[in-house]
Structures are given as structure tokens and as C-alpha cells.
């Protein structure tokens, strides 16, 4: 039976009481229950110096290798060109790139620091493996130099950069290269497909030979369009028992008869945020028969705070919701919520139930799986509303959404109050077309399909 490694910059501390919450912990533990095999990556913490022999414990059927950073690295590899060069221009944003030299020599240094801990733990044969995100571009190519010849498939879960914004960072081609090394590159939406054949084509002479292959030279590459999803039914069922938690119905008795909005965000320049709370405001502003009678609430989990746009970001938004709120109260009513922490996955299901809009705007986004969430979490009796921003990679699925510019305040401000009058029946049609969707591109179509064509 194939024996499936994954490798990703995070793994989960499968020994916290917490269960993983995010998207790709679940996904990919969903794949090595399946399949069998090996998660390897960075533990999360910070050591003084830098170890290279990982520490290997099973837990439930799966055996996990894993690594500290160094503090030198954590600052260099991870928040700073991780975090600091190609995230940025991934989603847009050069003004926020700050790229230092020492930042992708700790870049390089880590992607072999993992592949010479890694190679050992190979069992060769019929092996598959599994490498995700942005952090690790280098690391098939770092396997490949150390004689792996194993079938090495890498998945982008952020956007892919047009190829003008990719040449702004330096040593772009290098990174082009890298991603040549694999046998099949994965990407969540055709836009991002798109953007790399066109760069390849453009850069390295690559030319498109059948549907989605990319020949240079010698080497085909497979490119394909994954969009990751969720296993619907069962963040349904969560959903339905988490809003009858106390901590849901002590929310849903305050509302009263008000709608409530939700946003959940990681607290990140990316989601749209500063806009997202100037597009509530103009709601209250526009639309005065909304005072009183809606609630908006926005949880941004803290997020790579040693940055400091991020930092900058956290306070611009206290000080928004303040302002709004110091606007608009009245005695019985506070419009504004915001809250910065992190919430379990129960209690956000139980909250996206409870609401009657979802307001997700990221200014750009590979996936965005709390709209899909949302979705998932409705009464198909009685749904509420998702406004969804057209730059989210979930847009391309959940045609039954208010699309929105996410730059446009007052369109985001109309599309709100439109779905807080939606008439019931429109409502069921959206959701049950959404719903369609989203069973359709589950999670686990989403691993099979990969895994299937990686071992093709």
C-alpha cells in the first residue's frame, strides 16, 4: 500500500488538548488516516541554536517528525521571507515586501536543513511525497540533489502571483526553477494555474504541451487546480449542536431580534479588514433603518505579531471600532464587536449558525474556507447570507454569494443591506446551490484527487 509523507512549514502538536483548527491541519490528517505514513515540519518553537535531528513520536497510527527553529531563522526564514517577501507578493501587496538578503539565505538554509532531516527518514519504493505552501518551494529540489526519486508533489494554498508581480522579488527564477523540480504542482483556483504556466512560459522557455502539462527541455510538469473543501456534513452536525451552547445562546438571547453579521479572520493586511469595518459604517451612515437593529461582529485571531504591520493593523482596527461605536450607540445598543483572540472551531460553528450574514472581503485570498464554513454551518430551513469578496478563491465556487469588490465600501455596504432583506426563498435557493458545491469539492475529494494524480 503507497505510504504517504507530508511536509508542511507547520505541524500540529497532536499531544495539546486543543484539536487542530485549521483548514490544512484537517485536511491533512484526514490523508495520513487514510493513507498511513509521515507528517513532517517545524514544531512551533524556538530553540537557542540550531538542531538538526528531528524528534519522531506516533500518535494515532501516524508517525510525525519534527523540528524547532532557531531564533535566527524563526526571525529570518519564517517571519521574515516567508512572511515578509512572498506572502505579500502573493496577495498584492509590494508596498508591505521588505526583502533583506539574510532573509533568503535563511530561506535556502532551512529548506535544507529540513530536506537532510527528512532523507533518512524515507522508506523509498511506493512512496508519495507531499509538500505545502510557499515556505518550502525549495524543498523538492533540495530532495532531488540528495537522490530521492520518489514521485514529490508541492500544493500552493496561497494565490500565485501575476508573472510582472512574481520578478519584483529577487531571485524569482530561482523560485520558478524550484517549483520545476516536483512532478506535480497544485494550485487552488485556474487564475493561479494560469499565472504559473504563463510564467514558466515567459521565463524559462517552458512550452504547454497536453492539458495541464508544461514541458521544459526534457521534464513535464503536471499542473493541476485543487480547490481544498471541507467535510460538510460534519461541520453541519457541529454546527447545529454548538448553537445551542451556552456561550451561543447567551449571544442569540443579547441579539434579541437584531441581525447579526460575522467576520472571522486571521488578523492579517490581507483580509480586508480596515475596509470591511469603513463598509459597516457606511451601512449604519446610508441605510439609518439598519441602526438599531444589526450587530456586527469581527473576530481577527492574533497573527505573527512580532511584524509590525501587524501590530500597526490591531490598533488601526480598536481604534475604527471605537470610533464607530462611540458613533452610533445608543443605550440598548452597541454596534461593533471586535474581537482579537482565538475562538475553538465549536464555538465559530455555533456562531456562524446563530448569524444571519457572513461578511468575508479579503482584498485577496487563495481559498477562504471560513466562507465555506459559514455555508456549511446554515439552517437549510431558515440560511442566512454570505457576502463574499469577488478576490477570494472561494468566489470561484460559491456563485450563490453577494459578490463584492472588497476595495468598494459602498457596494460591500449595499450588498449587506440586500441580504438582510433577502426574502426567505431566495435564500434557500443560494444556499442549496452553494451546498451543492461544497459536497461536490469536499476535503476528501480535494486529497484523492491530488494523491491520485501524484501517483499517476
Known sequence: MTRLVVVSNRVPNMRSQQPAAGGLAVALLGALEEYGGLWFGWDGSVSQGPVTRPRIFEHKGIEFATLPLAREDYDNYYLGYANEVLWPVCHFNLGAMDFRRPYADSYARINRLFADALTPLLAGGDELIWIHDYHLIPLGGELRQREVRQRIGFFLHIPFPSYDLLRAIPGYRQLLRSLCDYDLVGFQTDNDRRAFEESLVQELGGILEAEHVVRLGERRIQVGVYPVGLEVDELASLA???????RVQRLVKGLDTRDLIVGVDRLDYSKGLPERFRAYEALLADYPHRRGHTVFMQIASPSREAIKEYDELRKTLEGMCGHINGAYSDFDWVPMHYLNRTFARASLMGLYRAARL???????????????????????????????????????????????????????????????????????????????????????????????????
Not at 455555508?375 to 453577494?402: K, M, T
Not at 463584492?404 to 435557493?429: C, F, K, S, T
Open 358 to 456: 457572513a461578511l468575508v472581503t479579503p482584498l485577496r485570498d487563495g481559498m477562504n474556507l471560513v466562507a465555506k464554513e459559514f455555508v456549511a454551518a446554515q439552517d437549510p430551513a431558515r440560511p442566512g447570507v454570505l457576502v463574499l469578496s469577488e478576490l477570494a478563491g472561494a468566489a470561484r465556487e460559491l456563485d450563490g454569494a453577494i459578490q463584492v469588490n472588497p476595495y468598494d465600501v459602498d457596494a460591500i455596504a449595499a450588498a449587506l443591506n440586500e441580504a438582510m432583506g433577502m426574502p426567505l426563498a431566495e435564500r434557500q435557493r443560494r444556499h442549496g446551490r452553494m451546498m451543492e458545491v461544497l459536497r461536490r469539492n469536499s476535503i476528501s475529494a480535494w486529497r484523492h484527487r491530488f494523491i491520485g494524480d501524484l501517483k499517476a
Open 240 to 246: 447545529e449542536q454548538s448553537v445551542d451552547s451556552p
